[in-house]
């Protein structure tokens, strides 16, 4: 059984910035696609930031583009996401998930159906 989990999560000022990470049991995560995504209370879950297995790959939502990064070590098994310059409309569970279904040197995909294992969430909660 796959288990993922994040941590990292906070309350933090506007303006301030978070390092979340997602760590896996096993080597799933050194293998394979992983996507961040968010879900604010009364609003659907949206993609936020995902890399490709090799690393060499990287998409990102454009509301955050440009302040979020994410990257991947593959000895630890972990995938950060590097928040910085937060909004209040950032505040949201923040999941990581794994997508199995692409290709390891491949575009990763910001379709959440593409992702099959899913953590529990870290809570990110930006004041203004």
């Known amino acids: 059984q796959v288990q993922l989990v994040e941590s990292g999560g906070g309350l933090v000022q506007a303006g301030d910035s978070l390092r979340l990470s997602c760590a896996a049991s096993?080597?799933?995560?050194?293998?394979?696609?992983v996507g961040w995504f968010r879900q604010a209370p009364g609003k659907e879950r949206e993609f936020v930031a995902a890399?490709?297995?090799?690393?060499?790959?990287?998409v990102y939502a454009d509301s955050v583009k440009g302040r979020f990064t994410i990257s991947r070590d593959n000895s630890k098994n972990t995938v950060f996401l590097q928040t910085n310059s937060l909004k209040p409309e950032d505040t949201a569970v923040y999941s990581c998930?794994?997508?199995?279904?692409?290709?390891?040197?491949?575009?990763?995909?910001?379709?959440?159906?593409?992702?099959?294992?899913w953590g529990q969430g870290t809570q990110v909660t930006v004041s203004s």
């Open positions: 998930a794994v997508d199995r279904s692409t290709y390891f040197y491949n575009r990763p995909n910001v379709d959440s159906r593409s992702y099959d294992y």
């Open positions: 096993g080597r799933i995560l050194s293998s394979y696609a």
């Open positions: 890399v490709s297995g090799s690393g060499g790959n990287t």
